[in-house]
């Protein structure tokens, strides 16, 4: 039995080869190539070749284009010495020698997380339930602190300690 992943490269080869992907598995693999975190703000654009290398089987010194969310453009190019080596790693030689970063919306959306527990990756368990204690104890220390400030004072003085004229607390 043979596998789908042969005869999709070999449909996908020449749509691949256009845009500058070498059998695509620089997008396949690019969450992987870059990290989760990075995927999640760029993705691949175009691998562009120096001229002359149209039919090498090793391509040397391409030009990366990658698209990042707007805003993410900086992170992204702070990132670029390390994208590199991790995809001329991926590839074993250095096909690739510089990045350009363009701000654009994603092809894809972004993931949005759903409230603050999941972006800071809080799961249901110890922690979730952590979070939810303290939540709880400062709704509570927020509700005492309204009805001791709205109760009134039995001797007309404040019971918390004030300074004198000389800076002294009495």
């Not at 080869?17 to 620089?26: D, I, K, Q, S, T």
């Not at 790693?89 to 527990?117: H, T």
């Amino acid at each position: 039995m043979e596998t789908l992943v042969r005869h999709f490269r070999d449909l996908t080869r020449a749509a691949f080869a256009r845009h500058g992907f070498a059998y695509g598995e620089l997008l396949a693999q690019w969450p992987e190539l870059v990290g989760r975190e990075v995927a999640q703000i760029c993705e691949p654009e175009r691998l562009r070749w120096p001229r002359g290398q149209e039919n090498a089987k090793q391509k040397l010194g391409g030009v990366l284009t990658i698209r990042a969310t707007p805003g993410r453009a900086l992170d992204v190019q702070y990132d670029a010495p390390r994208i590199i080596e991790r995809i001329n790693s991926f590839y074993g030689y250095a096909a690739v020698s510089d990045i350009k970063v363009i701000q654009a919306p994603l092809s894809r959306p972004a993931p949005q997380p759903r409230d603050g527990a999941q972006l800071y990756g809080l799961q249901a368990g110890p922690a979730r339930d952590l979070e939810s204690a303290l939540s709880r104890l400062g709704a509570a220390v927020q509700a005492q602190r309204a009805t001791t400030s709205l109760a009134p004072d039995t001797n007309g003085q404040n019971d918390r300690p004030s300074r004198n004229h000389s800076g002294h607390m009495t």
